[in-house]
T-cell receptor, first 109, second 112 residues
Framework: RKEVEQDPGPFNVPEGATVAFNCTYS??????FFWYRQDCRKEPKLLMS???SGNEDGRFTAQLNRASQYISLLIRDSKLSDSATYLC??????????FGKGTTLSVSS | GAGVSQSPSNKVTEKGKDVELRCDPI?????LYWYRQSLGQGLEFLIY????????KSGLPSDRFSAERTGGSVSTLTIQRTQQEDSAVYLC??????????FGPGTRLTVT
């Protein structure tokens, strides 16, 4: 079983739509969680950290469910510029972060 | 401040040659990571350096791959006797401990 699993998509949505991605992690000892965004032929960039209480940054909301070991990302009012691959990440102390393979989002006008 | 830098940005080499890829992490970051990414694929973990601890080399695909981190800063990834399947983008990242990682722009390696 992969340590971090994501639905690869693609998710094709119109501008203005709300879209949600889920990701599961297998290691219950994971302590830190992030979402990264990767544009085509570019390096991944940190989108947001994920906190146990959930957190919001503008149109983006991240949630963590430790009991079920899943992380979610909600994007409201999608923009064309949101089109990218979204990487779910989990980590624990003293080891490298584990990246999922990503979920591809395509927002169309 | 300066981010993670990598050099060269592109490298074309002939099969069988050795290559060295360089990574300059963010100043003060204790952890450094190497990944590779083939076209349309996810990140493949290669190696992880954390402070003075022994590196985690569990992701290196073969003994042709090695990496060093000198003085807790700059790192070099060396690929010996390159093969066509080594063609990929090699990404370096750094972080403070196991906090969020910041990636460099990558080195695109093409083995002909």
């Amino acid at each position: 079983r992969k340590e971090v699993e994501q639905d690869p998509g693609p998710f094709n949505v119109p501008e203005g739509a709300t879209v949600a991605f889920n990701c599961t992690y297998s290691n219950s000892a994971s302590q830190s969680f992030f979402w990264y965004r990767q544009d085509c032929r570019k390096e991944p960039k940190l989108l947001m950290s994920v906190y146990s209480s959930g957190n919001e940054d503008g149109r983006f909301t991240a949630q963590l469910n430790r009991a079920s070991q899943y992380i979610s990302l909600l994007i409201r009012d999608s923009k064309l510029s949101d089109s990218a691959t979204y990487l779910c990440v989990a980590g624990r102390a003293g080891t490298a972060l584990i990246f999922g393979k990503g979920t591809t989002l395509s927002v169309s006008s | 401040g300066a981010g993670v830098s990598q050099s060269p940005s592109n490298k074309v080499t002939e099969k069988g040659k050795d290559v060295e890829l360089r990574c300059d992490p963010i100043s003060g970051h204790t952890a450094l990571y190497w990944y590779r990414q083939s076209l349309g694929q996810g990140l493949e973990f290669l190696i992880y350096f954390q402070g003075n601890s022994a590196p985690d080399k569990s992701g290196l695909p073969s003994d042709r791959f090695s990496a060093e981190r000198t003085g807790g800063s700059v790192s070099t990834l060396t690929i010996q006797r390159t093969q066509q399947e080594d063609s990929a983008v090699y990404l370096c990242a750094s972080s403070l401990g196991t906090s969020e990682q910041y990636f460099g722009p990558g080195t695109r390696l093409t083995v002909t």
